[in-house]
Structures are given as C-alpha cells and as structure tokens.
C-alpha cells in the first residue's frame, strides 16, 4: 500500500515579481526516491526553499500537503520538526558555532518536538563523531564552527552528515554532488544509500545524471520554466543526459 | 546642580592635601557642570538625566543587608555595599596591601602624587565629581614580583530602595616592578530593577616596569542606574595591561579607559563587548597614548543592540612623535537587533611619528537571514537561533580572555 509523504498540487509561487514555478504537481509515497532534474534557473533550489518555508517567496496558489498536513502554514523550524530536511546547494557559513552545538542544539529541538528527552551531550559527541567517520570529517572538523574554512566538497560531506544525524523521513538533496570529486560522490552518496530503508524518502535534484548513477532513484523527472514536463524511471536519467534539456523544454 | 554637589562632612577634613583635592575637583565640577550635547567627549552620550535627580552621597548608615552574590570562580573578594567598602564580607589575600584609600591617604602620605596624576579634571568632570568626594575606595599595593595567582575580585553591590545613592569610588592599583594579578570588578545590584543610583568610579592604576596586569569588569547595573567609569592607566616598560568589559545594565553608562604607554615596550589590549535590549545608552570611550617607541595597543570592542538602546564607541590611538615603531589596532563591531536601535562610533587616529602600525575599522549590521534560516531548517527555533547566533557574534572577543574560568562566567553574563 502506498502512503503519500509529500503531495504538491498545482502550486504557483514568485520572488517578487517574478513567477518561478508555474503549475507544479508531484506526490511521493513513503519509502520512495524521486529524482528531479532540469537545467539551470529552472528553480529548483526555488522549489526545494519553498518546500522547508524560506521566507522571500510567495505562494500564489496550489497547496502543499507533508504527511496530509498543510505544510505551508508552518515554520521552517516546525516542518524540520515534522521530519523534512533540506541538504542545500549553497551550505551557509556560520562562524562562532561549533558545527557540535549546531547539531545537538537541532537533535534536541527534534527530540522535544517528538516528546522526547535532551541527549546526554557526551553520548552525542560521541555519536556525531561515529557518523562523521562514514563521511570523512574528523574530530577536528566537527568542532570547527560550521561551514567555516570547509572546502565546497567538505560543505556538501558535512549536509550529508547532518542528514544522517537527523535522520528525516524525508530529505531533499539540492545538488548534493555538485563540486565533488569522484571520491566525495561516492561518500554521499554510499551515505544517502544507508538512509535508504523503505520508509524513508527523498527528492534528489541534480543536473546531472552522475549522482544518479550511485543512488538510483525510483523515478526521474524533468523540470523546466517552473513545472514537471515529464516522468518516467530511472532510464529517463540517461536519456536526458545524452539528449539535454534543449528538447524538453521544446516539448512543454 | 544641588543634587550631585552636597555639604557633606567626610573623613580626613584634617588633612590639607586632601581638602585641596576635594576643593578642587568641587571647583571643576561647579564650572564644568554636568556635561551635555555640547561637550564633544560627550556628544553621544547624554547623561542630563543626573541633573534631574536628588541624590544622597553613599555613607557606612546605608548598609545593606544582603547577601554576597557568588561567583562562578575562586576569588579574593573586596566588597562595597551601596558604595561603602564591607571589610567583614571581603577576603583578602595574604602578602598584598589592600587597604581602602583614606587609610593610605592618612597613614602613607607616600602614595599621594599617584592620585590624580594623569587626570586633567577638567577633561574629566565625573572624575572632578569623584575628587569633591574623594573617601571611598581601595588602595591594592603588589609587590615587586609578586604573583597573585587567585584573580582578586571588586564587588559593587547595590540596592537603594529608597534614596537615590551616589556612590563614589576611587581605587588606587599599584603593582611594582614584575609584578602580577589578575583584577575583576563586577558591579551588579540587588532586588529593585527600577532602583535609581549613580556609581561614579576612577581606578587609577600603575604598572611597573614589567608588571601584567589583567583586568575584566562586568557591568550589570540596574535598568535605571547610571554608571561612569574612568580607568586611567599608567604604564611602564614592558608593562602588560589586558582589559575587557562587559557592559550589559545600567540606564545611561560609560566604560572610559585612557592608557597612557610611557615607556619602552608597553603594551596594552582593550576589549569589551555590550549587549543592550532595551533603552539605555552603553558607552565605551578609549584613548590610548602611544609616548614611547615600540609600544603596543590592542582594541576589538563588539555590541549587540536591540529594542531603542544605543550604543557608543569612540576610540582613540595617539601616537606621540617620539613613539616610532608603534603598534596601534582598533576595530569596533555591532548587531543592530531592532531598527530603533543606534550605534554612533567615532574613531579617532593622532598620529605624529613615523614608521607606525596603525588601523581602526568599524562595521554594523543586522542579523544574518540566510543563517537563521540555515539553522530552523535543521529544527531550531527562531529565538534559539538568534540567541546562537548572537552568542557567536561575541565568542571571538570573549574567547580572547584567556582564563576559561572567567571566560566562562563572561559568557554567560553575555546572554
Ligand atoms: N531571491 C531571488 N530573487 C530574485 N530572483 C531569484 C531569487 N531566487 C531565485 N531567483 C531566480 O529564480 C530562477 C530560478 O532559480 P533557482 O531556483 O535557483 O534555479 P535552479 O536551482 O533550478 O538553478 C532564476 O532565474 C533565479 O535568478
Ligand atoms: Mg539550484
């Protein structure tokens, strides 16, 4: 039986005056991956700040529904409590907070949300450090403060870390291997896999087709001028990687 | 100006120099009065408030009855309660002279020409102020190569419930050749958040040559308190004189620190930080005097400010025609929390000799959007992440402090 995580219907939404999505439609059950890809400016990462409530955009119109609650309504905060999370494209540097207090001031959040007790800090340190092992940011790493001094590959690892430290029931990977050497993309994406477990799901966009070929995703979808120009499975990924966008977007 | 300048009948009326001095700094006050807009040092700063009020000079009847607040660290403790010094709850270390001041002044007429010595009163009307009552304070004297490893401890504890006190300091810091310490001076109150007091300080401190001090001040005043404090610094060859401030209470304060690096090698670090949310103007005014070569002076000062408060930095590094290879630094930070929130800075740079390090920067801006978001989408709630990221537009002054005891207490003073 198939459970709707995400349901998006028909959802139109601006930055100031300009219309970035138009008419975009989705829904993702439980345990699934979707890919979406499309080129650049299509507003994808537009997509995805909408989806965690970043201020500065408008919704029009259309709705967003996250586990058949109206996700829209809420703080980015209150839907990172409902399980959404968002590895970001541009990771943002915050000096002065160790990437530590960052993370266990977030797990805690979660943790009281779900009624759940605060983490021993000891235990979490510990924990933090065992994850961070999987994506190769040491002990030195963590206690830096977040993002700061980080190679972009590093920014990208440490996402993927704070995902798993999160563990979400649902992620969206906003270009989560761009600027990665083959070896990082193999740690993130080896990381993504081991969060794949059939309840969990994920939105994966990406402009190419390389991460794809790592964590296979359940569906693919195109996206151009703000909305879904087509669906398919994982062989539409190739596809679009040897023929480009130019003819989808044709197509629309 | 009745109600800062009283006939009043203090110890050591018997002592000529000390009536000169009370004479004078009575005289200066008369002519210079409460200082307003007009006065340049005080263009920012608007303490018109203290002509308003009445107020009744701090005397040993005013004794309060509460307990000593504790402190997150070992301690020598000197205590003044409602501006009277409390030797019963004070813990003095062995082997250090810690007297209070009239005693020096009528026992150790030796130790007369350091008061006052590098304060032009008329520069300085508080100060002025402070001499007319010249009385109150403590004398700490360290030996020629003495380390004082406790840091020693000024507490100022006030309450007034009823009066509007004036409590008026005068502290007297002398450490010899070599010498060592580490001073705190807190100031906080008791009860009453409305009370109404004034707490005019001079600490006038001497270093030695090759003598460290360090010194950390917080300023935890009632919300309708006003506070004015000189620290007027007096350094020798290879001196060290470390300081950060955190002001975080008072209605209208002022943390001013003028050092003046006599001598070869001399080296000075001003710090501080404020944090203010409601409607009180923090000051902090440096004036640092490079006069000889190869001196050395320090300054990072950062704010945060929010609701109508209002911050205030003016700077100043001289550097004296004789002082060649000087090195002067000073950068000035604030958060503006609100847009009813104000920062004025005014740097200022005198420079006369050549071949010098010298820089001033400042900047101001609001809380970053992208980082708040950043951090509500891992699940943090807005006002945690403020908080966060508030805490963390202070760490790199705090962290500066290098005791991680007293880092600690600063930083949690901070928040
Ligand atoms: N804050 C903004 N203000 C104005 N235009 C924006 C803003 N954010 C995105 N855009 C515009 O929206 C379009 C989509 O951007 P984006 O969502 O980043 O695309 P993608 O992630 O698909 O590359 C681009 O034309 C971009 O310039
Ligand atoms: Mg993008």
New binding site residues.
């Given amino acids: 039986m198939t459970t709707p995580i995400l349901e998006i219907e028909d959802l139109y939404a601006r930055?100031?005056d300009?219309e970035?999505i138009k008419g975009f439609n989705l829904t993702i059950n439980k345990g699934e991956i979707h890919a979406i890809m499309?080129p650049?400016?299509?507003?994808?990462?537009?997509l995805s700040n909408i989806l965690c409530g970043k201020p500065?955009y408008e919704v029009t119109s259309g709705s967003v529904r996250f586990k058949g609650k109206d996700l829209l309504v809420m703080s980015p905060e209150e839907r990172a409590c409902e399980g959404i999370f968002l590895a970001m494209q541009y990771p943002v540097e915050i000096p002065g907070v160790p990437v530590t207090t960052f993370l266990k001031h977030a797990v805690n959040a979660i943790r009281k949300h779900r009624g759940q007790a605060e983490l021993d800090t000891m235990d979490f340190i510990k924990m933090v450090r065992e994850e961070g092992k999987k994506f190769k940011l040491d002990a030195e790493m963590i206690k830096r403060a977040v993002n700061v001094g980080f190679s972009g590959g590093e920014k990208k690892r440490l996402e993927a870390l704070q995902m798993a430290v999160l563990k979400p029931d649902f992620a969206i990977l906003d270009e989560a291997d761009s600027g990665l050497d083959i070896d990082a993309l193999k740690i993130v994406a080896e990381g993504i896999n081991s969060l794949r477990d059939g309840r969990r799901s994920m939105l994966i966009i990406t402009h190419f087709q390389r991460l794809l070929n790592h964590v296979v995703p359940d569906f693919v979808h195109v996206y151009a001028d703000g909305h879904i120009v087509k669906s398919g499975g994982k062989e539409l990924a190739v596809e679009l990687e040897e023929k480009g966008y130019a003819e989808f977007e044709r197509e629309k | 100006m009745a109600g800062l300048l009283q006939q009043v009948s203090l110890p050591g009326e018997e002592i000529p120099w000390l009536n000169e001095i009370r004479r004078r700094g009575r005289m200066v006050f008369e002519a210079t009065g409460i200082p307003t807009a007009k006065t340049e040092a005080w263009k920012y700063t608007k303490p018109r408030e203290l002509g308003g009020d009445d107020f009744v000079l701090a005397l040993p009847s005013n004794n309060l009855d509460a307990s000593i607040p504790n402190l997150a660290f070992d301690s020598y403790r000197i205590c003044f309660e409602n501006g009277i010094f409390n030797p019963r709850q004070s813990i003095l270390p062995q082997g250090v002279e810690v007297l209070p001041l009239i005693e020096v002044i009528m026992f150790h007429p030796e130790y007369r020409t350091l008061i006052n010595a590098n304060i032009q009163l008329e520069r300085f009307p508080f100060a002025a102020l402070n001499s007319a009552y010249l009385n109150e304070g403590v004398f700490i004297h360290i030996d020629s190569k003495v380390e004082i490893k406790k840091p020693l401890t000024i507490l100022y504890h006030t309450d007034n419930k009823n009066q509007n006190l004036l409590c008026n300091l005068h502290n007297l810091i002398l450490l010899d050749e070599q010498a060592s310490a580490k001073l705190i001076e807190y100031h906080c109150y008791k009860g009453e958040l409305k009370s109404r007091y004034f707490v005019n300080v001079v600490n006038e401190i001497y270093l030695r040559r090759g003598a460290f001090l360090k010194h950390y001040k917080v300023q935890d005043e009632a919300f309708k308190s006003n506070h004015i404090a000189l620290n007027c610094v007096d350094e020798a060859s290879n001196a060290v004189y470390q300081a950060f401030c955190l002001q975080k209470g008072a209605n209208i304060a002022r943390n001013e620190t003028h050092v003046l690096l006599k001598e070869e090698g001399a080296f000075a670090e001003i710090n501080g930080a404020y944090v203010m949310n409601g409607w009180a103007t923090l000051d902090t005014t440096t004036d640092i005097e490079h006069l000889a070569p190869n001196t050395i002076s320090h300054q990072l000062v950062k704010g945060v400010i929010g609701g109508d408060a209002k911050g205030v930095f003016q700077g100043k590094i001289h550097i004296a025609p004789l002082a060649i290879k000087t090195e002067g630094t000073q950068l000035h930070k604030a958060l503006l929390l609100s847009d009813t929130a104000e920062v004025d800075v005014k740097p200022e740079l005198e420079i006369f000799a050549d071949d010098v390090k010298c820089s001033h920067g400042a900047a101001s801006g609001e809380l970053d959007e992208d980082k708040l978001f950043y951090m509500r989408s891992r699940g943090i709630k807005e006002e945690e992440a403020r908080r966060l990221l508030i805490d963390a537009y202070l760490e790199d002054v705090i962290s500066k402090i290098e005791d991680e005891k007293i880092a600690s207490w600063i930083r949690l003073m901070a928040k």
Avoid at chain 1, 40 to 46: D, E, L, P, Q, R
Wanted: hydrophobic fraction near 25%; proline fraction near 0%.
């Fill in positions: 930055v100031g300009k970035i499309g650049n400016g299509a507003g994808k990462s537009t500065g």
